[in-house]
């Protein structure tokens, strides 16, 4: 039970660094977007935190790092909710995603 505690603790200050390529333009706009990078990493951050689920989140943390050994890794990882909702919000507003 402590572990489980310990874990919805940890992934509520989950932090995801995406990588953008700054060098260019992404997508259909006329102008490079990489003025804004900074903000928008900031902005996205928010959104993500104030829309994830952290119920699911430490769900699935618990889920990739102690009941998958249960299984020798033979079932799939669940994906973090936080990291693809800024993602899409970073490609949403013109930003090339490396990572």
């Known amino acids: 039970m402590k572990k489980i505690l310990i874990a919805f603790l940890l992934i509520s200050n989950c932090t995801y660094k995406p990588v953008v390529d700054t060098a260019g333009r992404s997508g259909t706009f006329p102008e490079s977007q990489s003025d804004n990078v900074t903000n928008d990493i ?20 618990v889920y990739n790092y102690y009941l998958r050994i249960g299984t020798l890794f033979l079932t799939p990882k669940m994906d973090y909710e936080y990291k693809q909702i800024q993602q899409n919000c970073l490609q949403n507003r013109g930003h090339s995603l490396l990572k």
């Open 42 to 61: 900031i902005l996205c951050r928010e959104l993500a935190l104030e829309h994830m689920n952290k119920t699911r989140e430490g769900f699935a943390y």
